[in-house]
Nanobody, 115 residues
Framework: QVQLVESGGGLVQPGGSLRLSCGASGSTLSLYTMGWYRQAPGKQREWVAHITSGGNTLYADSVKGRFTISRDNAKNTMYLQMNSLKPEDTAVYYC?????????WGQGTQVTVSS
């Protein structure tokens, strides 16, 4: 079993920055594909970015050029650096880990972008 815990969310002004972290327990992350998802109130959960065990990254068009996903296997942690934040980025952000047919989700961390 893998347990994921997100942290780093909060309230920021438009144009500001925030860095989210996802820490794992129960297993190392070295062989897992990791990703970030978000869900705004009244909307479906959407994919934001992912990073493979080999370090390859992909981003949703809505965040490309503004967000950066990374991982530190030694610390068993994944990060999402969020720059140039917009009000439409407001959502609960979730961490996801997958390996073969298995997938694990964190509880989420709230990000609010407002003046």
């Amino acid at each position: 079993q893998v347990q994921l815990v997100e942290s780093g969310g909060g309230l920021v002004q438009p144009g500001g920055s925030l860095r989210l972290s996802c820490g794992a327990s129960g297993s190392t992350l070295s062989l897992y594909t990791m990703g970030w998802y978000r869900q705004a109130p009244g909307k479906q959960r959407e994919w934001v970015a992912h990073i493979t065990s080999g370090g390859n990254t992909l981003y949703a068009d809505s965040v490309k050029g503004r967000f950066t996903i990374s991982r530190d296997n030694a610390k068993n942690t994944m990060y999402l650096q969020m720059n140039s934040l917009k009000p439409e980025d407001t959502a609960v952000y979730y961490c996801r880990s997958s390996w073969r047919q298995y997938e694990y989700w964190g509880q989420g961390t709230q990000v609010t972008v407002s003046s």
